[in-house]
């Protein structure tokens, strides 16, 4: 029975360590931008907050919306 214990554990550690390498650092996902990804203007911790996963500062955003509606 030993070895079914052994082998389940070794299965949810594996599964564990595919999550966490599944996770990116900075994962675009969930994570704000602390400053403009474009510009390098600090992007405000309202609009971080308001906007999960934000890249851009506010003018930025505009201006790739705009670019990505001709597109
Ligand atoms: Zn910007």
Known sequence: ??????SQKAE?????EALAA?????NPGCVSFTRCAEC??????RRRKAIPGC???AACQ?????????S
Not at 12 to 16: I, P, Q, V
Not at 22 to 26: A, D, E, L
């Open 1 to 6: 029975m030993d070895e079914v214990d052994d």
């Open 12 to 16: 949810r550690l594996y599964r564990e």
């Open 22 to 26: 599944k996770r990116p650092v900075g």
């Open 40 to 45: 390098d203007e600090e992007i405000p911790e």
């Open 55 to 57: 890249r851009l500062c």
């Open 62 to 70: 505009a201006e790739q919306d705009r670019n990505s509606h001709f």
